[in-house]
């Protein structure tokens, strides 16, 4: 009887350690994978915002202009000639809102419209108005840009996707 015992104990130990070997082997033929990606140049940041200031600028509007980067830090920003002390902070606030949700800022006042209880509103640095457009490789948002000053938001915006296309050629 003890010698059945040991055995069905041995038979036990032999299929969990099969069981535990072939989860290992599986486990090392899978092959650690390195992310890839491009990310903005601070050259072509600092395109972006010369840009859009030079572009509202030659309308007649005093702006600010951030770009942010794929994690939503800072690349460039200057604020603009006579332009009010808050447009800095809020050119970085509409692009880092573009590229945190990879939709134009404007978008969020649609999102709020529809939804005033829209959650998101609350976190840190969304700021609800237009003015910032996401920076895309196709469907990869690599950043975003904002531009803060001008009398309208739509005219920030025009300014931002001047900034963008200024460099379109860089981001393919």
Do not use: W
Not at 48 to 74: D, H, L, M, W
Not at 113 to 133: C, T, V
């Amino acid at each position: 009887m003890k010698k059945n015992m040991d055995l069905t104990k041995t038979a036990r130990v032999v299929r969990e350690t099969l069981g535990a070997l072939a989860f290992l082997s599986a486990l090392s033929s899978v092959q650690a994978q390195l992310l890839s990606h491009k990310d903005l140049s601070a050259m072509v940041a600092i395109s972006i915002v010369q840009s859009a200031i030079t572009t509202c600028k030659a309308n007649g509007y005093n702006v600010s202009a951030t770009v942010v980067g794929r994690n939503g830090e800072i690349l460039a920003q200057a604020r603009g000639d006579n332009t009010g002390p808050h447009t800095l902070e809020n050119s970085f606030r509409k692009a880092y809102t573009a590229r945190t949700f990879r939709v134009a800022s404007g978008e969020i006042v649609n999102r709020l419209k529809m939804d005033p209880a829209f959650p998101l509103i609350h976190l840190s640095n969304i700021i609800a108005n237009q003015g910032g457009l996401p920076i895309k490789l196709e469907d990869d948002v690599m950043g975003a840009v904002g531009v803060s000053g001008a009398p309208g938001g739509d005219k920030d915006e025009a300014c931002s996707k001047a900034g963008i296309d200024k460099v379109a050629d860089h981001l393919r």
